[in-house]
C-alpha cells in the first residue's frame, strides 16, 4: 500500500509524546492533525482542541449580532444562536 506523504503526518500520544523521533522517513510530526471535525492534540492522554470550534461559534454569533443588532427581540436572538450556532459546536 502506499502512503502520500503529502496528505499525511505523524502523532505522538503516551508518556514520550514530547521526544522528538527521527527515523528518516519523509512523514512530518505535527503537534496537532484534524481528523473529520476535531482535532486531535499530541499529549500525555487523548485530547481534542476546542479552540477551532469556539471560534467557530463566536464567528457566527458575531455574524448574526451584526446583522440584527438591537433591532430583533431577544427571543429571536436566542432562537436564531440555537439554530445556527449550536450545530457547530
Not at 13 to 22: K, S
Not at 23 to 45: F, H, N, Q
Not at 59 to 86: E, W, Y
Request: proline share 2%.
Amino acid at each position: 500500500m502506499l502512503i502520500n506523504s503529502k496528505k499525511s503526518c505523524c502523532l505522538r500520544i503516551g508518556p514520550r509524546y514530547d521526544i522528538a523521533t527521527c527515523d528518516g522517513r519523509s512523514l512530518a510530526w505535527v503537534k496537532e492533525i484534524r481528523y473529520l471535525v476535531i482535532y486531535i492534540v499530541s499529549s500525555r492522554t487523548f485530547r481534542c482542541s476546542l479552540d477551532y470550534a469556539k471560534r467557530s461559534f463566536y464567528r457566527a454569533a458575531n455574524g448574526i449580532f451584526g446583522k440584527i443588532g438591537r433591532i430583533a427581540s431577544d427571543d429571536v436572538v436566542i432562537q436564531l444562536l440555537k439554530s445556527k450556532c449550536t450545530p457547530i459546536l
